[in-house]
């Protein structure tokens, strides 16, 4: 098992950047795969990105792509979202997201999930 903490949130004007943090602790970080999802007011939780357990494979959102970069530091048990070019449609709270298997978009298919760090973009 595994849990999850989310942190770098905030607020920011569009056209900005924010690094959101997810720490791990627990057993073996190194072998989950990882993902972020966000959800808005009033609107289900979506996929953002997500990254193998070894870093090689990453997968994004067209929400996301040229925007957002996923990464990770299993000596850190940490992954990390670095996000740029921020939009008011970005807004939302960021949840970390693991799963005990290959990289996936489905959000079911994750198995644990930190509390969630909100990010506001104010245009």
């Known amino acids: 098992q595994v849990q999850l903490v989310e942190s770098g949130g905030g607020l920011v004007q569009a056209g900005g950047s924010l690094r959101l943090s997810c720490a791990a602790s627990?057993?073996?970080?190194?072998?989950?795969?990882m993902g972020w999802f966000r959800q808005a007011p009033g609107k289900e939780r979506e996929f953002v990105a997500a990254i193998s357990w070894r870093g090689s494979n990453t997968d994004y959102a067209d929400s996301g792509k040229g925007r957002f970069t996923i990464s990770r530091d299993n000596a850190k048990n940490t992954m990390y979202l670095q996000m740029n070019s921020l939009k008011p449609e970005d807004t939302a709270v960021y949840y970390c997201?693991?799963?005990?298997?290959?990289?996936?978009?489905?959000?079911?298919?994750?198995?644990?999930w930190g509390q969630g760090t909100q990010v506001t973009v104010s245009s």
């Open positions: 997201a693991a799963r005990y298997s290959r990289i996936s978009y489905i959000r079911n298919e994750y198995d644990y």
């Open positions: 627990g057993r073996a970080f190194s072998t989950y795969t």
